[in-house]
């Protein structure tokens, strides 16, 4: 059993930063890949951004230049610095993980947090 918990959501003002962690836990499992989504209300979950565990990224167009995503592998964590925010920023935030676990291969999500971006 894997568990993915979330944090560093929260209010921010446009224009402003902030940043999202994601730490994995559980049974023996190694990292292939860790990113982020997003999804606002009415809207599909999109792609945020992904790193692969020899720290490949590949970012959406809408965040390329202002976010920043970064894996630290001793602590099976990652990363999301968000810069220069913008009101259509707003959505709750999941990560998901792209594991090796001993059953194969296995993709695990957190449960989400809040970002809001108003003045």
């Known amino acids: 059993q894997v568990h993915l918990v979330e944090s560093g959501g929260g209010l921010v003002q446009p224009g402003g930063s902030l940043r999202l962690s994601c730490t994995a836990s559980?049974?023996?499992?190694?990292?292939?890949?860790m990113g982020w989504y997003r999804q606002a209300p009415g809207k599909q979950r999109e792609l945020v951004a992904v790193i692969t565990s020899g720290g490949s990224t590949n970012y959406a167009d809408f965040v390329k230049g202002r976010f920043t995503i970064s894996i630290d592998r001793a602590k099976n964590t990652v990363f999301l610095q968000m810069n220069s925010l913008k009101p259509e920023d707003a959505a709750v935030y999941y990560c998901?993980?792209?594991?090796?676990?001993?059953?194969?291969?296995?993709?695990?999500w957190g449960q989400g947090t809040q970002v809001t971006v108003s003045s």
């Open positions: 998901n993980a792209d594991l090796f676990i001993s059953m194969g291969r296995g993709k695990y």
């Open positions: 559980g049974s023996s499992f190694s990292i292939y890949a």
